[in-house]
Nanobody, 122 residues
Framework: QGQLVESGGGLVQAGGSLRLSCAAS????????MGWYRQAPGRQRELVAS???????NYADSVKGRFTISRDNAKNTVYLQMNSLKFEDTAVYYC????????????????WGQGTQVTVSS
């Protein structure tokens, strides 16, 4: 498994924006689906956005219309643009790759990095 390094989190007021970045090793990036998960205190980790190797995107209902996932193959980087942030978006955000399509959904079976903290003040 290659390496994933997340960055870009921080403290932002409700309604603001942040862009998260995930730098991935080439062996992961070029052909695989990738995604962003988040975990809020006391809650299970959830997949909020995914992007296939071909660029097809999917989003959790809670972030549709506000978050955008994208990838730059030349830079081996995947991004999560987060707009109109809400207090409930506060969580540690984790990059995941590769995602595996199993049972009708994307799944991740690899190890987790340290993530990046996003805190939205109300």
């Amino acid at each position: 498994q290659g390496q994933l390094v997340e960055s870009g989190g921080g403290l932002v007021q409700a309604g603001g924006s942040l862009r998260l970045s995930c730098a991935a090793s080439g062996s992961i990036f070029s052909i695989n689906a990738m995604g962003w998960y988040r975990q809020a205190p006391g809650r299970q980790r959830e997949l909020v956005a995914s992007i296939s190797g071909g660029g097809r995107t999917n989003y959790a209902d809670s972030v549709k219309g506000r978050f955008t996932i994208s990838r730059d193959n030349a830079k081996n980087t995947v991004y999560l643009q987060m707009n109109s942030l809400k207090f409930e978006d506060t969580a540690v955000y984790y990059c995941a790759a590769p995602l595996i399509w199993l049972g009708g959904s994307w799944r991740y079976f690899g190890s987790w990095g340290q993530g990046t903290q996003v805190t939205v003040s109300s």
